[in-house]
């Protein structure tokens, strides 16, 4: 079975730091792997999706890398600022059919001012 | 750009009482995906179609159940509500090849069972 770890849990830091969010999987045999956020109460924002025959995709101040045979993910923000402030999934779904993604339980993070 | 629209956003209902939730996918979306996340929790699957027939299930009880219509809107339909069914209820859409594009999140509809 599937299972997306997410360290931290819960993060805070000064606006303007570089900063890094860790993901991941116990099953390498990933079909993609999307980091979401998510706003209190709101609903799931995608930002990157990585292929499992990538190994990262870029957006702004976000790039996200994929280690898939290491079963790991990370998420890097540049130059955060406090409207980065929301939790953030990764979800991968698997290879061999399923169409579901299996989420982690999110990092939270904070840019304070 | 159009969005996954969901309705109602919010609803309030009792225990043992029925509930529908609709999603209306992103237009030329023939994929249709449910999610339950209930309150400090992450996203768990229920249910999918594709072209209007199930195309995969997760963890949905026997007393939920769902389809996709001719215009790919899909309703979720759950019966016997228990208090543990109050959760935000995700729809996403996508379109073919499978797992190629993003999965687009509805805002989701916000279920409080008293």
């Known amino acids: 079975k599937q299972e997306v770890t997410q360290i931290p849990a819960a993060l805070s830091v000064p606006e303007g730091e570089n900063l890094v969010l860790n993901c991941s999987f116990t099953?390498?045999?990933?079909?993609?792997l999307q980091w979401f956020r998510q706003d209190p109460g709101k609903g799931l924002t995608s930002l990157l999706l990585i292929q499992s025959s990538q190994r990262e995709q870029t957006s702004g101040r976000l790039n996200a890398s994929l280690d898939k045979s290491s079963g790991r993910s990370t998420l890097y923000i540049a130059a955060s600022q406090p409207g980065d402030s929301a939790t953030y999934l990764c979800?991968?779904?698997?290879?061999?059919?399923?169409?579901?993604?299996?989420f982690g339980k999110g990092t939270k993070l904070t840019v304070n001012p | 750009a159009a969005g996954v629209i969901q309705s109602p956003r919010h609803l309030i209902k009792e225990k043992r009482e029925t509930a529908t939730l609709k999603c209306y996918p992103i237009p030329r979306h023939d994929t249709v995906y449910w999610y339950q996340q209930g309150p400090g929790q992450d996203p768990q699957f229920l249910i999918s179609f594709y072209e209007k027939m199930q195309s995969d299930k997760g963890s949905i009880p026997d007393r939920f159940s769902a389809q996709q219509f001719s215009d790919y809107h899909s309703e979720l339909n759950m019966s016997s509500l228990e208090l543990g069914d109050s959760a935000l209820y995700f729809c996403a859409s996508s379109i073919r090849p499978r797992g190629r594009e993003t999965q687009y999140f509805g805002p989701g509809t916000r279920l409080l069972v008293l």
């Open positions: 979800a991968v779904i698997r290879q061999g059919g399923s169409e579901k993604l299996v």
């Open positions: 099953d390498s045999a990933i079909y993609n």
